[in-house]
């Protein structure tokens, strides 16, 4: 068995790159198949994406070494850095020292006590989406679905002083930005300063929706507003022994990334949730089943999500099955041993959650969507939807809650049955569903 005392194992690299463009090709054009396809060359495996050298680390163990012991020695990598100039210096996008500090200023706002609070804001604006349904009438919900979860952030995190308006500003602003993001991330820099008019429109709706965020943060500065909101957890925060907190900037840079991954990831999950349920008509009836026998007719609290175990297994299996975040990033700050391999300093590297939720050897028959399976627990450090170690998404008990009480106060009410449009995943900056068109049909009281 390999050491990290042996002498280390030079990398293997993937067959197929081409001249000058190396495997790039090959990635644009599989996406998440070409990841899953170099799984099966090693724990870790070299590529070229044009002229500049890539390392994919498939091994769960050593993806969770590089999360945790070894987390000192990676930075965030070109995906975070592209993402940067867009979504400002803040929690998702910073590194080192300041990332730190700033996150040991926002944790507390994310303390599962204080999330709880939230269950009723959650489940209000549930309420009020399918409050606008007509039974048969089909109905875009990823549209809907983005528009609810990127509310519900920002009255978690504005409260009181978020009006009707300036919420549905935001999602516009926030949607049309997400879009112009992702393809930033992905495509060449060049292309991101000519002068087109997609390229505008996306500057527009960037300084936009900045705007918004710094009027904002600038009146709760100026007045402290409710004390049970995020916001108000975020301008309370201080160092310890400098009793220093955010300036305005940071705050904004805070903000700003709540509002786009904490809208985007659950919007997305809870997308592919709900065709999944249009797909398996049987795990539906079970859910509703639990619901029913937990909630008996009423709305769902925070007391009862500890007994909607079916539910949360629901939620899991769409986490392993469509784990959004295909592509993601890191970049070593040295020379570094991960594992019996060796990787140079400045290197990239490269993982991939949704093909490692894929992967046969960890998750048998994993194309076949089973909340079953979580009756017992999947391989050690196999599943990872939030990741681990100091870089773990704060968010992720905000969101795993916000897709629990969503799914019971809908699936409670409703069935959503699919049309016949071909629902394909789009892998931009995250893995979601091209277009979910769905019918809804009201559930008779028993």
């Known amino acids: 068995m390999d050491?990290?005392?042996?002498?280390p194992r030079t990398v293997p690299t993937a067959p197929g790159g081409l001249p000058l463009v190396g495997h790039l090709p090959a990635l644009v054009r599989g996406r998440v198949s070409f990841l899953q396809e170099l799984r099966g060359r090693g724990e870790i495996v070299r590529i070229r994406l044009g002229r500049h050298p890539t390392y994919v680390v498939n091994s769960p163990e050593l993806l969770h070494r590089m999360f945790t012991v070894r987390a000192d020695s990676f930075g965030k990598g070109r995906f975070f850095e592209n993402m940067r100039p867009y979504m400002g210096n803040g929690v998702a996008t910073s590194e080192g020292d300041f990332h730190h500090r700033q996150r040991r200023l926002m944790a507390p706002a994310f303390h599962r006590v204080r999330?709880?609070?939230?269950?009723?804001?959650?489940?209000?604006?549930?309420?009020?989406?399918?409050?606008?349904?007509?039974?048969?009438?089909?109905?875009?919900l990823d549209h809907q679905l983005h528009h609810l979860t990127t509310v519900v952030v920002a009255r978690a995190l504005f409260s009181?002083?978020?009006?009707?308006?300036?919420?549905?500003?935001?999602?516009?602003?926030?949607?049309?930005?997400?879009?112009?993001?992702?393809?930033?991330?992905?495509?060449?820099?060049?292309?991101?300063?000519?002068?087109?008019?997609?390229?505008?429109?996306?500057?527009?709706?960037?300084?936009?929706?900045q705007e918004i965020i710094r009027d904002l943060v600038a009146d709760r500065m100026r007045t402290p507003g409710d004390d049970g909101d995020l916001m108000a957890a975020l301008l309370s925060a201080r160092e310890e022994g400098t009793d220093r907190g955010m300036t305005a900037e940071q705050l904004h840079d805070e903000v700003l990334t709540l509002l786009l991954a904490g809208s985007e990831t659950a919007a997305g999950t809870?997308?592919?949730?709900?065709?999944?349920?249009?797909?398996?008509?049987?795990?539906?009836?079970?859910?509703?089943?639990?619901?029913?026998?937990?909630?008996?007719?009423?709305p769902v609290t925070a007391a009862d999500?500890?007994?909607?175990?079916?539910?949360?297994?629901?939620?899991?299996?769409?986490?392993?099955?469509?784990?959004?975040?295909?592509?993601?990033?890191?970049?070593?700050?040295?020379?570094?041993?991960?594992?019996?391999?060796?990787?140079?300093?400045?290197?990239?590297?490269?993982?991939?959650i949704t093909a490692q939720h894929r992967d046969p050897t960890l998750f048998p028959d994993p194309l076949r969507f089973d909340p079953d399976r979580w009756e017992t627990a999947p391989p050690k450090h196999a599943f990872t939807p939030f990741a681990t170690g100091p870089h773990k998404c704060l968010g992720a008990h905000f969101v795993m809650t916000e897709m629990v009480v969503v799914v019971a106060t809908v699936v409670a009410a409703w069935r959503l049955r699919p049309t016949p449009d071909p629902v394909r995943p789009v892998a931009t900056m995250v893995l979601r569903p091209n277009a979910l068109p769905m019918v809804p049909e009201r559930i008779a009281s028993s």
């Open 115 to 140: 999330l709880e609070s939230y269950v009723a804001l959650m489940r209000r604006e549930a309420e009020r989406m399918t409050s606008r349904w007509r039974p048969d009438h089909p109905i875009r």
């Open 160 to 209: 009181t002083s978020l009006t009707d308006r300036t919420a549905t500003r935001i999602v516009l602003a926030t949607d049309a930005f997400v879009r112009g993001v992702a393809w930033r991330v992905l495509a060449p820099d060049a292309l991101e300063r000519l002068p087109t008019p997609a390229n505008r429109r996306f500057l527009a709706e960037r300084a936009l929706l």
């Open 3 to 7: 050491r990290e005392t042996d002498r």
């Open 270 to 298: 809870m997308s592919w949730l709900f065709h999944e349920l249009g797909r398996h008509p049987t795990v539906e009836r079970r859910l509703r089943a639990e619901l029913d026998e937990v909630l008996a007719g009423r």
């Open 305 to 352: 999500l500890p007994r909607l175990v079916y539910t949360r297994r629901v939620v899991e299996e769409t986490l392993r099955r469509h784990h959004v975040n295909w592509i993601l990033t890191r970049r070593t700050l040295h020379g570094v041993r991960l594992g019996r391999y060796w990787l140079p300093a400045d290197a990239e590297v490269l993982y991939s």
